[in-house]
């Protein structure tokens, strides 16, 4: 490699120093390129692939890559199964905790969809770095989760990484970790702080809703999208027995919807060992039996692992001061594909809380308006409500006993 090629070096002090400052101040994308940047030029290596776990995915994605024009456009975008991840872990000896040295003769290699090798020039040394050697590196948050791999190549000193420099680079990356950590958790506190202003925001329009389906649209239009998700039913009490659709959004047709819903069956289904954040998170099949089009995905967000969205229904119940059933709300294809947290069970649950109250005044008003026009002993229609008849309908007789 050309000196003018080499990256240039910065104390590993003054790489963690700005790694710190990154994770506090910048958005994730920048904290992505501020870790890749510091171990580009920290620990010497011209080709650094920073590969981003996706737990919609259950996978590692390569979403930035550091070197020449080929590495990158072999790397760039490639996917790595977890599984392959957890299997190197588990065969593979670290020559430090999450630090896994590879070589030609690492069977490890083919676990790896994609994998990339340079073209370098042959040599006896043992010390010499080989073409097909690789540095992967795991980073994980506080708890053990994983968070991304770190895969470098073609070192500036042409040489295998002595344990000192593999040092080094683990403590990079664990502070790269804490990083990346910090900057989800950031993430995730400000998606929390949009939902709340969110629903802050949508409590006045529902308050002045003057009919129930009024009411029905204003929420609906909070979850799809801004809340997170794609389709929206609502389903209102009838006779007590069944529940019927009312409203609908995000569905260009009905037909994987049932019409009505039986209220015995449902609250069956509403167990509370199965509620979170005054949520039920229920299969499709279960809430709506199996339809003719089973074989088929129903959503278009399903994901891919434990923590993916697949098929399912996030049901909020909407009850009435008797703990009665006076409707259901059923929300489905979250965008980002995953399961909704807790946060955003507990946003959906606090939007019909706010709908509730917001159907109580409607039901007051209605009532208020049925006083003023009827007995409210008896029930029939009083002197102002005749009057009305009769200033409506001039050709009619009265007969009063």
């Known amino acids: ?10 104390s590993p002090l003054e790489a963690l120093l700005e790694l710190t400052r990154s994770a506090s101040e910048d958005s994730l ?28 995915w259950d996978d ?17 975008g490639t996917t790595t199964s977890r599984a392959a991840i957890e299997q190197l872990s588990a065969v593979q000896r670290g020559r430090l905790p999450g630090v896994f040295f590879l070589t030609a003769e690492s069977t490890e290699w083919t676990r790896f969809e994609t994998v990339w090798t340079p073209e370098l020039d042959r040599s006896d040394d043992p010390e010499a770095w080989q073409s097909e050697d690789g540095l992967v590196v795991m980073l994980s948050d506080a708890d053990g ?16 990484p002595t344990d000192e420099e593999l040092r080094v680079l683990r403590a990079i990356c664990s502070h790269a970790a804490q990083a990346l950590g910090g900057a989800r958790r950031a993430a995730q506190a400000a998606e929390n702080q949009r939902m709340l ?7 006045p329009k529902l308050s002045a809703s003057a009919t129930t389906r009024e009411l029905l649209a204003a929420a609906a239009d909070t979850v799809v999208p801004a809340l997170g998700f794609e389709r929206f039913a609502a389903y209102s009490a009838g006779n007590g027995r069944a529940m019927h659709l009312a409203l609908t959004r ?3 047709s009905d037909r994987h919807l049932a019409p009505a819903l039986s209220v015995r069956r449902i609250e069956a289904l509403l167990t509370p060992g199965r509620e979170r954040g005054g949520c039920w998170l229920l299969p499709a099949s279960e809430l709506f039996g199996r339809s003719s089009h089973r074989c088929q995905p129903r959503s278009r967000r399903n994901g891919r692992g434990p923590a993916a969205w697949k098929d399912h229904c996030l049901v909020v119940p909407w009850r009435m001061s008797g703990d009665s059933l006076r409707g259901l709300i059923v ?12 946060d955003r069970r507990r946003a959906a649950r606090l939007l019909l809380d706010l709908a509730s109250a917001a159907q109580d005044g409607i039901d007051h008003q209605a009532r208020l308006a049925h006083l003023a026009n009827h007995d409210p002993l008896t029930g029939v229609r009083n002197r102002r409500a005749l009057d009305e008849l009769v200033d409506a309908e001039r050709d009619v007789a009265l007969l009063l006993c």
């Open 145 to 160: 989760e994983p968070l991304a791999f770190v895969s470098v190549d073609e070192p500036v000193s042409g040489l295998r």
């Open 29 to 56: 994308g920048l904290v992505l390129e501020s870790v890749a940047d510091t171990i580009h030029q920290t620990a010497g290596y011209a080709t650094v692939a920073l590969n981003v776990f996706r737990l919609a």
């Open 331 to 342: 929300i489905e294809d979250p965008i980002d594909r995953l399961r909704p947290s807790d």
């Open 197 to 203: 202003s969110l629903l802050i925001a949508a409590s």
């Open 1 to 10: 490699m050309a000196v003018d090629d080499q990256p240039a070096t910065i």
């Open 250 to 252: 995000g569905w260009q």
């Open 60 to 76: 590692y994605k390569a979403v930035l890559v550091i070197g020449t024009p080929e590495s990158r456009a072999a790397l760039q």
